[in-house]
């Protein structure tokens, strides 16, 4: 068979065993393979007497994988992340194709949708779809460009550095006019806006009080599910919200929020653009990246 030029084990049970690794549950690996979860078992076991070490750890409330289980599916789940990538565009022409790309609510909302709607003044035959997902693990397939924040290891993909943003304290302005101290300690015991975010890169009020060496009680004030949602409250005079400068900057251009304070950090990481290599990224999705990267 094909499969022995590359020396490889059955590609069934490869394909069984990095969906039961990406899942962790063997049950859950067998309704997405529409399998009986024995099938899968039986995959994964065939799999580690071919390769002659154990795949995964078997708990009594499931599993977990092995060192060298971790070692296979890393490179499983980047090699097919590749095949399905490199067969979606092969699907569509590189030229007619949508571009998709991949970010969170607040970035794509506070800053990428305004630049696609200046990009399309000159590249109106570009179709351009968003990916919108606050959850990490959601933002990372089937997406030509990704927007990412934080220390990235891109793996087989390449990363545009993009900008480096400032943290400040950001509220509405009668708020501000209510609050004339605005020193850490008085800014400490605020209303404070908190969102409660799954993507834990994004620096917290604790942090960035930290980061100025202030180790004293902060307010609990209030927790949202979501940036966006913590910028309308603070509109709403509800509180104090942590502000991208960079992102929050509409906002601040139309007076709906304003500086509170002095006090201000430079963001702990960049912001990227995240693509496939130029030799396998589209012709369109190239063309998208670039103004972005000249438009920032």
Not at 112 to 127: D, M, N, S, V, Y
Not at 215 to 229: C, E, K, P
């Amino acid at each position: 068979m094909a499969r022995k030029h590359y020396d490889l084990p059955p590609l069934t049970a490869l394909a069984s065993f990095e969906v039961a690794a990406r899942h962790l549950s063997f049950k859950e690996a067998a309704r997405e393979l529409n399998v009986t979860p024995g099938a899968v078992s039986h995959q994964i076991k065939a799999l580690e007497r071919e390769t002659g070490v154990a795949l995964f750890l078997r708990r009594h409330r499931g599993v977990a994988l092995t060192e060298q289980g971790q070692a296979l599916f890393a490179v499983l789940e980047g090699s097919f992340g590749r095949i399905s990538a490199t067969l979606t565009r092969l699907r569509r022409s590189s030229e007619e194709a949508a571009v998709t790309i991949a970010a969170t609510t607040a970035v794509s909302s506070l800053w990428l949708t305004p630049r696609l709607t200046a990009f399309w003044k000159t590249h109106g035959g570009i179709a351009v779809n968003q990916q919108i997902s606050d959850q990490p693990e959601h933002r990372l397939h089937h997406s030509d460009l990704q927007i990412r924040y934080g220390d990235i290891d891109a793996d087989e993909s390449v990363k545009f550095p993009l900008f480096r943003d400032e943290l400040i304290p950001v509220c509405s302005p009668g708020f501000a006019a209510g609050h004339p101290d605005a020193g850490l300690e008085a800014l400490a015991q605020m209303p404070l806006i908190h969102p409660d975010a799954d993507d834990t890169t994004w620096t917290t009020w604790r942090a960035w009080f930290a980061a100025q060496g202030f180790r004293g009680d902060i307010a609990r004030g209030l927790q949202v599910n979501n940036y966006t949602i913590a910028l309308q409250a603070a509109r709403d005079d509800v509180g104090v919200v942590l502000g991208w400068r960079r992102l929050v900057k509409p906002y601040l251009e139309r007076g709906v929020l304003v500086p509170l304070g002095p006090n201000r950090i430079p963001a702990p990481a960049s912001f990227y653009i995240v693509s496939e290599p130029d030799d396998l990224i589209g012709t369109n999705a190239r063309t998208v990246r670039d103004w972005l990267l000249d438009n920032v």
